[in-house]
């Protein structure tokens, strides 16, 4: 099944030839409404009429969360605030968020792509849908949310949290297709279990996960526990959100929307084009966004593409499941983090070392951060209750920073073992 048949199973060559026509017209927008752009042109000596189609692809600049961050907020938008009616924003490498703006002809595309994803998770205009992704600034909740409506199916936006309400809503509405991250869906499941409730008792049937790595054995256990078929969904709030690539039923890589993003893979040391069928770091040029779009983002995410045709009928290119990073952002519970959100509030608080080492662990199915902490000499030999209210002023901080709870360990100066004068940062204990 499909939500858009032509579009979805079109020749390569129809396929190519849209790709070509909209990237032209989308290197002259960005050309003549987007300083940023015109002065990378610029800077490589290219003309908007340099490119003739996606043959030219690799002579385009690339973009990077750093320019987002340079132009923040609003420097990368193509199209006026008068445009724009929705903002989202996601973490960016230090206190600023990473801003994305979408037009009305972006929302719409964004709820095609989406409902494109739920049917090809088996649902139609008789499921009933589950929104268990955050509903805010994270584009996971309203950017589904929209192509559930737009399917007719009917939507139930629960947003995160509160299992047992999600559990008895699950039951009572007769769900049938549940979005959530694949953590919270195993939490889910053991939940259920732990209720008494049987699988026959409810109406679930499929489920769509993704924001955050899983491998291939937690599909497995995902559906063992909750008897569905599970579709691993990806993308970012600055392509657009999830809708980018979702698994069809012959789950042998995510098909990615050519006709409206062009995909790359880059050797992230060189960034040289690399073929078909190799490791590298996913690159995208979106060729319809009118508020917000970016030539050759460089993701920073790790995957294979793959160009032969699936069986499923579908001939948009296929994505390997994300592999890991080429940066060092980390996700937690869903929540990115990089580690230098993490120096940069502790440089704001003080009376700390900015020496410091995050514990990732996975208790059961949901993950826990660890974030030990060096105070001052001075401080550590200062009364208990000057730590303790350092501790709690700086967990407070890190939940604002992060939007994320962290346990806040404080520990003597020096005591985070140094490598080449360098702490180890990161220990990431969930073997994912
Ligand atoms: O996570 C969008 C999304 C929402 C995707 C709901 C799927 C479902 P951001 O918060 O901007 O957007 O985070 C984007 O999350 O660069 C990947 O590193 C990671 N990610 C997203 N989907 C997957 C996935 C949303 N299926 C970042 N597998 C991306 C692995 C994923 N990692």
């Known amino acids: 099944m499909y939500w858009n048949e032509k579009v979805e199973t079109m020749s390569h060559e129809e396929l190519i030839y849209i790709q070509n026509e909209r990237l032209k017209d989308m290197v002259h927008r960005l050309y003549y409404n987007v300083p940023f752009y015109r002065s990378k042109f610029q800077n490589l000596g290219l003309e908007p009429e340099d490119i003739k189609g996606i043959e030219d692809l690799s002579k385009l600049p690339f973009t990077t969360k750093q320019d987002l961050r340079d132009n923040y907020p609003y420097g990368i938008f193509a199209s006026p605030l008068s445009e724009i009616v929705r ?8 206190g600023k968020p990473t801003v994305v703006g979408y037009t009305k002809k972006d929302i719409n595309t964004w709820s095609e792509l989406s409902a494109r994803a739920f049917v090809a998770a088996d649902a139609d205009r008789n499921s009933v849908i589950q929104i268990a992704y955050g509903y805010g600034l994270f584009t996971g909740g309203l950017g589904l949310h929209y192509g559930a409506e737009k399917l007719c199916a009917s939507v139930i936006p629960i947003s995160t949290g509160n299992t047992q309400r999600q559990i008895m809503l699950m039951k009572d509405l007769k769900t049938s297709l549940i ?4 953590s919270y869906a195993i939490y889910l499941a053991d939940s259920i279990k732990e209720q008494g409730i049987s699988l026959e008792e409810l109406n679930l049937k499929s489920g769509i996960f993704g924001a955050e790595p899983w491998p291939e054995n937690m599909r497995k256990e995902i559906e063992k526990k909750l008897n569905i078929t599970a579709h691993d969904i990806y993308g970012l709030s600055e392509v657009m959100g999830p809708g980018v690539a979702i698994e069809c039923n012959y789950k042998c890589g995510m098909h990615i929307w050519e006709d409206h993003f062009i995909p790359e893979i880059v050797d992230p040391n060189t960034l040289e084009p690399l073929p078909y069928g190799t490791l590298g770091e996913l690159v ?22 793959y160009n032969e045709t699936c069986k499923c009928g579908r001939t948009h290119i296929r994505m390997e499941r994300i592999k890991g990073r080429s940066d060092d952002m980390l996700i937690i519970r869903g929540v990115n983090i990089f580690p230098s959100q993490i120096e940069n509030a502790l440089l704001e608080i003080g009376e700390v070392e900015p020496h410091y080492q995050l514990i990732i662990t996975r208790d059961g199915t949901l993950d826990n951060l660890e974030i030990k902490v060096e105070v001052t000499e001075h401080l550590f030999s200062d009364k ?5 209210s350092l501790q709690k002023n700086i967990a407070r901080k890190m939940e604002s ?9 404080l520990v003597e100066p020096n005591s985070i073992p140094r490598f080449e004068g360098k702490s180890k940062r990161v220990i990431d204990k969930r073997n994912i």
Do not use: N, V, W
């Not at 903002?87 to 230090?94: D, M, R």
């Not at 966004?289 to 460089?298: A, D, I, Q, S, V």
């Not at 208990?384 to 303790?388: A, N, R, T, V």
């Open 284 to 305: 995208f040029t979106t060729i319809t966004k009118e508020g917000m779009p970016l030539l050759r983002y460089r993701t920073r995410d790790l995957s294979i593409l």
């Open 179 to 182: 979005a959530c991250t694949p």
């Open 384 to 388: 208990i209750s000057g730590l303790e």
């Open 401 to 409: 920073a992060l939007q994320l709870s962290a346990k806040i360990t």
């Open 87 to 94: 903002i989202h924003a996601s973490s960016g490498t230090t």
